[in-house]
């Protein structure tokens, strides 16, 4: 079978084909993509043990313990579309063929794979869990309630090393330079420039990403989102900074969680399966803007898993200096919590009049 390196979201892969396939341009007869390094299975096998170990993670049906929730079953395609985000927009027909093309020796051995339920034992297993779980009872609502109400500083649900290790998965480095924007509601005059940074130490309310009287500085990509995000009324005035970042920072980017491979190296594919769910909450969550009646309590598992982001270091230094997460007021923007205000000075404020809101609703009741 032929296909190509634009058959596949996954950047691994894409790159793997790319490399093997350089002198081999043409149309690729699946996504029809002209100009595309093409994959031929008849001579080329370089991805085969990439998905043999992937898919050795999973277990036919007929094979799963009689624990295993039946409803969690499902088809093989199903799973690795909607679990890994493979493949790119083709047909379910071409995902099979791809597979089956890849992976002959495998099906031919076990066909009950590729045609039948599949599911993965380990996410139900209580004991491996434990060890391998970013949270051990592989449970994200109980963790909230035990940090909310029960245990705030020395929970016991969380492997740290887990989230140490997918930390390094998702590094993002600033250049010195990069420009940042923080909102401030004032009046018609706006703040200085001294003025537009974080609070001081002992002064700073609750955020997603600190708790009360921790300074923390929040920025935005743009002049839009921080506008969004500072949640301004119709005929406000809002004064916004321009950040400027003094030198080289680390940053972990939450937004990137969802775009892991699971074919990076030293990456195990049963935790990263086990975890990805978990660590995509967490990115939903720092995103989640609070309603007026929330409570600050709401606030508590992010800044607890910040706390620990916080404290990583390496040789004695600190290694991030801060967090990247989208924003949900403001689709398409993201913003930045960063740990040392003094990373960032403020160049520039404009005073912004806001005219007009739009409104969007659904409606629930």
Known sequence: MIFCEYCFRDKELASIISSVSAANIGECPVCHHRNAHLYDTRFQSDLTPYFEELLNIYTPSTMLPDTYPRAETRSLIDDLKERWNIFSDISRIHIYEILRAVC?????????L???MIGISELYD?????????????????FVAEIK?????????????????????????????????????SDQTGYPTSEMSAPPAGKSSEGRANARGITCLYLASDTDTTLHEVRAGVFDYVSVGTFRLKKDITVVDLRAIT??????????????AI?????????????KALRRSDSTLDYVPTQ????????IDHNGIQEYDGIEYNSTTNPGGYNLAIFNPDLFECIAVDVYDIEKLQYTSRKIV
Request: proline share 2%.
């Open 104 to 112: 002959e020796e495998l099906y031919e051995n076990s066909p009950e």
């Open 114 to 116: 590729f045609d039948g």
């Open 126 to 142: 209580n004991e491996y869990l434990k060890d391998h779980a970013l949270l051990k009872n592989n449970d994200w609502d109980a």
């Open 149 to 185: 109400t029960k245990n705030r500083f020395h929970s016991k649900l969380i492997n740290f090393h887990i989230l140490k290790k997918y930390c390094s998965f998702i590094r993002k480095t600033y250049k010195a330079g990069s420009l940042f924007y923080r909102a401030r509601i």
């Open 259 to 272: 775009d892991i491979s699971p074919f990076i190296e030293g990456l195990e594919y049963l935790d990263h």
């Open 275 to 287: 975890n990805k769910q978990h660590l995509e909450k967490i990115n939903t969550e720092m995103s």
């Open 304 to 311: 607890y898993i910040v706390d620990f982001i916080k404290s």
